[in-house]
Each structure stands twice: as C-alpha cells, then as structure tokens.
C-alpha cells in the first residue's frame, strides 16, 4: 500500500521483454529496501527481485505491461518512486494500492497563477462513474485531487513543488500516463452494484 507522495525519481535503464518481463531502474540508494520488497514505479507496485549498487530490477506481468506505460519508455525516462507504507506513517495523500486500472492521454497544460492545470482524456468509459470533482486520483503513481469531470476529460490542479519533484514536468502533449482510480471509490461503487 502507498499514499501518491513520491518519494524518488528514478531513471529507466532497461526493459526486457523476455519471460519473465525485468524492468532495470537507476535511484538513489532507496533505505532500507530489501529483495522482494514493493516499490510503487510510476504506479504500479514492482516487486525487487535484484538489487546491484544503486540499480534495482523488478519483475513485470504481461498484465501489468499491457495496462502500464512501460511499453512506451526509452531508457533515461524519469520514474517516479515510492517506498511502500508502514502502519505508523502519515497518509499524506490517499491509499493507493499500485494496480494500474489502464492509462490516460495528456490533452493540455495550463499555467495558472500558483498551479498548472493538466487535463487527460481516456478511451475508458466506464472510469467516469468512479471520479469525482475533489476526489482523488492517482497519476504516474501522484496523488491528485480532481478539479474537474466532463465526459471522458478530467482535468488536476498541479503546485509547483509537485510539478518540478515529480516526471508530470516531462510530460509532452498526448503522453499517456498510468492512472489509479480512488479504490475506496471502486469498494463503494461495486458494493452499491452487489446490493441491486
């Protein structure tokens, strides 16, 4: 389990896709992380399996490649790291599990005084149900609050510090981005459905 606070930036040095599938990722020495520990990789919650100096691999299932952004990164794209929660840490952001639901598209930046507003539009229908303005998000691993829903458009006020600490500067119009729905959203919202 995370929180969407980032804790390191990471840089992609390899993506194998052979069986098993290995992401190879360059960071900072990340305390305390052991072989077979979770680390959220912009989102998606990797497994260590191979620790060399300041180098970390992770396995990826095809599920995780299918509905992730890894497939679309060349080597030196910035990932965003987070270590995963212990009970006695503050949630600063939102529980975020690290399961991908899929990925959305960047459609605009807009620079406003004290936030940038970035607006992403995804092919899947059916997320709309489960954003709300004000409620979380998770993008490339982020916690963000929701300043706006229109249909298959949601739109997040981002703050300078998280702007410039995290990969969402990189970002180029029409980049896709890993996005995680809000999962007590999705809890709420499949208990409504199981009640009918």
């Given at each position: ?17 052979t ?26 919650c ?8 300041s180098q ?9 490649l ?18 995963a ?12 599990s ?26 899947e ?26 249909g ?45």
């Open positions: 389990m995370f929180t969407g606070l980032i804790q390191y930036s990471g840089t992609l040095i390899s993506l194998s896709r069986n098993p599938i290995e992401l190879t990722v360059q960071a900072p020495l990340l305390e305390s992380v052991r072989i077979g520990d979770s680390v959220s990789v912009n989102g998606a990797l497994t260590v399996i191979d620790i060399d100096g970390y691999g992770f396995n990826l299932s095809e599920e995780t299918r509905l992730s952004t890894f497939g679309d990164l060349c080597p030196g794209s910035s990932l965003n790291l987070e270590l929660m212990t009970l006695s840490d503050r949630l600063g952001g939102h529980l975020v690290g399961h991908i639901d899929g990925t959305a598209r960047l459609k605009g930046m807009q620079k406003r005084p004290g936030s940038t507003v970035m607006s992403f539009v995804t092919a229908k059916g997320w709309m149900r489960l954003m709300i303005p004000k409620g979380s998000i998770t993008v490339n691993g982020i916690s963000l609050t929701l300043s706006g829903v229109s298959q458009e949601f739109k997040v006020d981002v703050i300078p510090h998280t702007l410039v600490s995290t990969n969402l500067h990189t970002l180029k119009i029409g980049e896709r981005v890993n996005i995680e729905l809000d999962l007590i959203g999705k809890y709420l919202y499949n208990f409504n459905l199981s009640k009918e």
